[in-house]
Nanobody, 115 residues
Framework: QVQLVESGGGLVQPGGSLRLSCAAS????????MGWYRQAPGKQRELVAA???????NYADSVKGRFTISRDNAKNTVYLQMNSLKPEDTAVYYC?????????WGQGTQVTVSS
Protein backbone atom coordinates (compact mmCIF):
# COMPACT_ATOMS: atom_id res chain seq x y z
CA GLN A 1 0.00 0.00 0.00
CA VAL A 2 1.01 3.61 -0.53
CA GLN A 3 3.08 5.09 2.27
CA LEU A 4 4.18 8.63 2.95
CA VAL A 5 6.59 8.79 5.86
CA GLU A 6 7.54 12.16 7.30
CA SER A 7 10.63 12.83 9.37
CA GLY A 8 12.67 15.76 10.65
CA GLY A 9 10.28 17.35 13.09
CA GLY A 10 11.24 18.34 16.60
CA LEU A 11 11.72 21.17 19.06
CA VAL A 12 13.55 24.27 17.86
CA GLN A 13 14.06 27.75 19.24
CA PRO A 14 12.55 30.79 17.53
CA GLY A 15 14.75 31.83 14.63
CA GLY A 16 16.01 28.30 14.13
CA SER A 17 15.71 25.93 11.19
CA LEU A 18 14.41 22.46 10.48
CA ARG A 19 14.19 20.35 7.36
CA LEU A 20 11.27 17.99 6.97
CA SER A 21 11.44 15.01 4.65
CA CYS A 22 8.66 12.87 3.24
CA ALA A 23 9.58 9.56 1.64
CA ALA A 24 6.99 8.00 -0.63
CA SER A 25 6.60 4.38 -1.60
CA UNK A 26 4.30 2.38 -3.85
CA UNK A 27 3.48 5.37 -6.07
CA UNK A 28 5.02 6.72 -9.25
CA UNK A 29 6.33 9.67 -7.28
CA UNK A 30 7.41 11.80 -10.22
CA UNK A 31 3.87 12.25 -11.56
CA UNK A 32 2.35 13.31 -8.24
CA UNK A 33 1.87 16.86 -7.04
CA MET A 34 3.24 17.04 -3.51
CA GLY A 35 2.38 19.32 -0.63
CA TRP A 36 3.05 20.09 2.98
CA TYR A 37 0.14 20.97 5.23
CA ARG A 38 0.05 21.80 8.91
CA GLN A 39 -2.50 21.72 11.67
CA ALA A 40 -2.15 23.56 14.95
CA PRO A 41 -4.29 22.69 17.98
CA GLY A 42 -7.81 24.00 17.57
CA LYS A 43 -7.20 25.11 13.99
CA GLN A 44 -8.00 23.74 10.56
CA ARG A 45 -5.39 22.02 8.47
CA GLU A 46 -3.82 24.50 6.07
CA LEU A 47 -1.59 24.31 3.03
CA VAL A 48 1.96 25.43 3.74
CA ALA A 49 3.70 24.74 0.45
CA ALA A 50 3.18 22.70 -2.69
CA UNK A 51 5.23 21.56 -5.64
CA UNK A 52 3.81 20.18 -8.85
CA UNK A 53 5.14 17.23 -10.80
CA UNK A 54 6.73 19.80 -13.10
CA UNK A 55 8.46 21.61 -10.26
CA UNK A 56 6.27 24.70 -9.90
CA UNK A 57 5.89 25.84 -6.31
CA ASN A 58 3.50 27.91 -4.25
CA TYR A 59 3.51 28.95 -0.62
CA ALA A 60 1.19 30.24 2.05
CA ASP A 61 1.72 33.95 2.59
CA SER A 62 2.74 33.29 6.18
CA VAL A 63 5.80 31.26 5.14
CA LYS A 64 6.93 32.99 1.96
CA GLY A 65 10.60 33.85 2.10
CA ARG A 66 11.19 31.51 5.05
CA PHE A 67 10.21 28.03 3.81
CA THR A 68 11.34 26.22 0.67
CA ILE A 69 9.76 23.10 -0.79
CA SER A 70 11.75 20.84 -3.09
CA ARG A 71 11.61 17.33 -4.44
CA ASP A 72 14.06 14.63 -5.45
CA ASN A 73 12.30 12.25 -7.81
CA ALA A 74 15.25 9.85 -7.79
CA LYS A 75 14.74 9.41 -4.03
CA ASN A 76 10.93 9.60 -4.06
CA THR A 77 11.23 12.33 -1.46
CA VAL A 78 9.85 15.82 -0.93
CA TYR A 79 11.47 18.27 1.47
CA LEU A 80 10.43 21.35 3.38
CA GLN A 81 13.28 23.57 4.49
CA MET A 82 12.03 25.84 7.26
CA ASN A 83 14.12 28.83 8.30
CA SER A 84 13.49 31.72 10.68
CA LEU A 85 10.94 29.64 12.52
CA LYS A 86 8.37 31.38 14.69
CA PRO A 87 6.25 30.11 17.58
CA GLU A 88 3.19 30.35 15.31
CA ASP A 89 4.77 27.72 13.05
CA THR A 90 4.15 25.16 15.79
CA ALA A 91 1.92 22.42 14.39
CA VAL A 92 1.77 18.89 13.13
CA TYR A 93 3.09 18.90 9.57
CA TYR A 94 1.61 16.47 7.06
CA CYS A 95 2.85 15.36 3.68
CA UNK A 96 0.31 15.06 0.86
CA UNK A 97 0.47 13.42 -2.54
CA UNK A 98 -2.20 14.15 -5.13
CA UNK A 99 -2.84 13.10 -8.74
CA UNK A 100 -6.23 13.25 -10.41
CA UNK A 101 -8.63 11.50 -8.00
CA UNK A 102 -5.85 9.86 -5.98
CA UNK A 103 -4.76 11.47 -2.72
CA UNK A 104 -2.57 10.21 0.09
CA TRP A 105 -1.48 11.57 3.47
CA GLY A 106 1.38 10.88 5.78
CA GLN A 107 0.99 10.35 9.51
CA GLY A 108 2.40 13.75 10.42
CA THR A 109 5.43 15.04 12.27
CA GLN A 110 5.35 17.48 15.16
CA VAL A 111 7.18 20.79 14.88
CA THR A 112 7.42 22.86 18.06
CA VAL A 113 8.98 26.31 18.06
CA SER A 114 9.62 27.48 21.58
CA SER A 115 12.31 28.98 23.76
Amino acid sequence: QVQLVESGGGLVQPGGSLRLSCAASKIIFSIYNMGWYRQAPGKQRELVAAITSGGSTNYADSVKGRFTISRDNAKNTVYLQMNSLKPEDTAVYYCNARRDWFEYWGQGTQVTVSS
